[in-house]
């Protein structure tokens, strides 16, 4: 009793009987707590009963091996997040016995987990699909990235048929869906499954059988080792999003509607079968192959022709950029980056981009949901990179990148007033409890979600211009000192990361891609074009009258930046002849 009581006292935080959310901050107290406990969460926790709506362990907890019987007592809890944990196969097989089948989020991810439970899809849920079923009825989303799956088991379908989200990002996975999905029925398995995420894995093999997932909408299977796309993917009725990046892919032609994320083009190539698309329904048998062949026999000159035709539409649809030179150029915009950042967000690239026409139709819109959809593609939730744009009008160089401490950075966020970074980030958090009380889930929108990407740093990266302002407080705003308006046709750009510089290299390339590729759509679509973006730049709205209009058939200028240390020597000089290979199939690059 006496143990118990003591227990019990280590954790004033579960006291509270009418308490709807318990969040458990890591750290050595609570290292040192969990351990006391027997590697678990302590038994007084089932106090909380069908109060406790939500637990989650912020930031993990190295030695929480298993969540504990109480558990069993939360029978009301809606989400249960426990990343960075270190869940055993024995821990978690006991735990899934023991969540509450109203449980709408699990987030397990970076746990090292190698095998999960039949009933959160381990292998071999055992039983067939007509046995009782249905464990977790209510659960929506399962975060199971970065741990150390390499199978996949028929029991989620079975025991969370309300899934919407698998996330299964950075697993040892060779298949998908592999053994996922139970044998076929009278209904198809998982029909709520809208967003199936399995990038950075081992996968060989997309089977055929992902055309059961009537429901899916996003997949994302970049950065495996994938040879061919099943034809079949195009027969999944609602999908509108696929992320086949950085795979093996043989067929060149799919290859560069992928590198240019062209979904519908994708799938309509798949749905005519492709060419070499892989094992499926759209493959020619022998008696097809053979006629093909005969005819391009038969017709060698007119074939010949015919590719030449096509080289040339290919080459005149390409999309042209002309690159400025440093030693060309009469102002050349200069980054220094002090040695403060090494240990805070190392690696910046920066370009200035001239031409841009945001004053046509509902451009600038477009042009901020392209930024947004990278940050949440190919910079991994800003996770990976993170890009900064701003009014080239509007900075004075030389540029600083730098890193300062929280209470000393200072910066006007894009809508907000000027805030100490200390206060912003305390502010965000704040309005990111407040959502998750209205809206009574886990998931939060906006800024609020990169906060925990600065978490333990004593110092904040920044972009300062000459006059001493920040305008940028990378990864999380900004400054709305220099942002874009209608009026803005020269921008300047900068990725910064905190994982490579060539990171910082790829995501420039797509954005450059993608601007010239709106580029052209304004241009096309000027005539006749009714702007529909009502938005002003308040900025510059004393220059409105005098805005300049971007010739129809102009071509993007980008202006070479050089990145130097404190000394001046080179860092890195962006776009060198050397950069933009990965669009080269879709993108001239004139020096």
Known sequence: MAAAEEEDGAWPEVTDSGRRELSLVAGPELERRVRAA??????????LGASLRSLEVRGGCACLREPGPA??????????????????????????????????????????????????????????AGESSGALPELRLLNLRRNRLRQLGPGLAR????????????????????????????????????????????????????????????????????????????????????????????DRRLEK?????????????????????????????????????????????KKANSDSEDDEAEEAQKLIVKVLHISENPAPLIVKASLAVKEVRPYIVCCVVKGMDFQTG???????????????????????????????????????????????LKIAPLGRKE??????????????????KQKKRQNISGLHRYLQLLNGKENYPCLIDAEGAVISFPPI???????????????????????????CKDVMDTLLLKMAELHKFTAENKDGEVDSDHESNEVLHCENSSAKTVP????????????????????????????????????????
């Open 38 to 47: 027997g590697g678990r969460l302590p038994s007084a926790l089932g106090g």
């Open 71 to 128: 558990l069993a007592r939360l029978t009301a809890l809606h989400t249960l997040a426990l990343p960075g944990c270190a869940l055993g196969p024995a821990g978690l097989s006991g735990a899934a016995s023991l969540l509450p089948p109203t449980l709408r989020i699990l987030d397990l991810s970076d746990n090292a987990l190698e095998e999960l439970p039949p009933e959160l899809g381990g292998p071999d849920a055992g039983g067939e």
């Open 159 to 250: 025991h969370a048929p309300a899934l919407q989200e698998l996330l299964l990002g950075g697993n040892c996975l060779r298949a998908l869906p592999g053994g996922l999905l139970p044998a076929p029925g009278r209904t198809p398995p998982l029909p709520l499954l809208a967003t199936l995420e399995a990038a950075g894995n081992e996968l060989e093999e997309l089977g055929a059988q992902i055309s059961r997932l009537a429901g899916l909408k996003t997949l994302d299977v970049s950065n495996n080792k994938l040879s061919e796309i099943p034809v079949e993917l195009a027969d999944c009725p609602k999908l509108k999003d696929v992320n086949l990046k950085d795979n093996a892919l043989k």
């Open 257 to 301: 509607m992928v590198k240019s994320c062209q979904t519908k083009s994708i799938l309509e190539y798949l749905r005519v079968g492709g060419r070499g698309g892989g094992k499926g329904k759209g493959k020619q048998d022998g008696t097809e192959r053979e006629e093909a062949r005969r005819k391009k026999r038969e017709k060698p000159k």
């Open 362 to 408: 509902n451009a600038l819109k477009r042009f901020l949901s392209v930024q947004t959809k990278l940050h949440e593609d190919i910079c991994d939730k800003r996770t990976a990179a993170t890009i900064a744009t701003h009014d080239l009008r509007l900075i004075k160089g030389p540029l600083l990148y730098d890193a300062r401490p929280p209470d000393e």
């Open 419 to 436: 805030i100490k970074a200390k206060d912003l980030l305390r502010q965000l958090q704040l309005e990111a409890d407040e959502q998750r």
């Open 477 to 503: 705003t900004n400054s709305e000192k220099t942002k874009l308006g209608k009026t803005t046709s020269g921008i300047f750009l900068e990725v910064t990361s905190a994982t490579s510089l060539q990171i």
């Open 552 to 591: 129809k058939n102009s071509t993007l200028m980008l202006e070479q930046v050089r990145v130097v240390d404190m000394e001046g020597n080179l860092k890195v000089l962006y776009p060198s002849k050397t950069d933009l290979v990965t669009v080269s199939s879709l993108l001239t690059v004139i020096h």
